[in-house]
């Protein structure tokens, strides 16, 4: 079965640093990689995908992933980090063999003034 | 577009009873899923509606129903509530559960307490 991990609960940056929440994936196919966005009290809003291609993937908003396949590792990467960004961000990931999409249990990003 | 649109947006129970939440989406999307996000423990899959007249059990199923009433609406049933099933439900929709556009598009969810 496939699954992410995402290892920091969350992650403190100042306002204009850089960004990066990591994501490691496990598939036993090829992967179909997702990072998605929560901002309190909504639902999940999709940013970017890989699917196959270019490693650096570019999303909504500013964001970023590249994609390593010899890390497993999709990490979300923003050059210059907004107070606004501030929310639970979700790594997410599908094996091409089946309809299940497994997400990680979560970031939270605080972008500090 | 509406885009995913769930309801209640908030509902207390008592044990034992039942309700149903429902969801609807509007971008003509073949497959939607039911999800429940609890702390620390990201979102798992329920149930999920590869299409029209199919559903199938995700990861966490048990003291659950679901009904894919159209190619609309997909609800999601708690025959006799539990404290275990308080969490917030998610809905989502995509084109296709496989292939590369199957990004999924989710509601703004359903905060459910069991007392």
């Known amino acids: 079965a496939q699954s992410v991990a995402q290892p920091e609960d969350q992650v403190n940056v100042a306002e204009g640093n850089p960004l990066t929440v990591k994501c490691t994936y496990s598939?036993?196919?090829?992967?179909?990689l997702f990072w998605y966005v929560q901002y309190p009290n909504r639902g999940l809003q999709f940013l970017l995908k890989y699917i196959t291609g270019d490693n650096l993937v570019k999303g909504s908003y500013g964001f970023e992933a590249e994609f390593n396949k010899s890390q497993t590792s999709f990490h979300l990467k923003k050059p210059s980090a907004l107070v606004s960004d501030s929310a639970l961000y979700f790594c997410?990931?599908?094996?091409?063999?089946?309809?299940?999409?497994?997400f990680g249990k979560g970031n939270q990003v605080v972008v500090i003034p | 577009n509406a885009g995913v649109t769930q309801t209640p947006k908030f509902q207390v129970l008592k044990t034992g009873q039942s309700m149903t939440l429902q969801c609807a989406q509007d971008?003509?999307?073949?497959?939607m899923y039911w999800y429940r996000q609890d702390p620390g423990m990201g979102l798992r899959l329920i149930y999920y509606s590869a299409s029209e007249g199919t559903t199938d059990k995700g990861e966490v199923p048990n003291g659950y129903n679901v009904s894919r009433l159209n190619k609309r609406e997909f609800s999601l049933r708690l025959e006799s509530a539990a404290p275990s099933q308080t969490s917030v439900y998610f809905c989502?929709?995509?084109?296709?559960?496989?292939?590369?556009?199957?990004?999924?598009?989710f509601g703004p969810g359903t905060r459910l307490t069991v007392l």
């Open positions: 997410a990931v599908r094996d091409t063999g089946n309809n299940r999409l497994a």
């Open positions: 971008m003509n999307h073949n497959s």
């Open positions: 989502a929709s995509s084109v296709l559960t496989s292939g590369p556009y199957n990004e999924q598009f």
């Open positions: 598939v036993s196919g090829n992967p179909y």
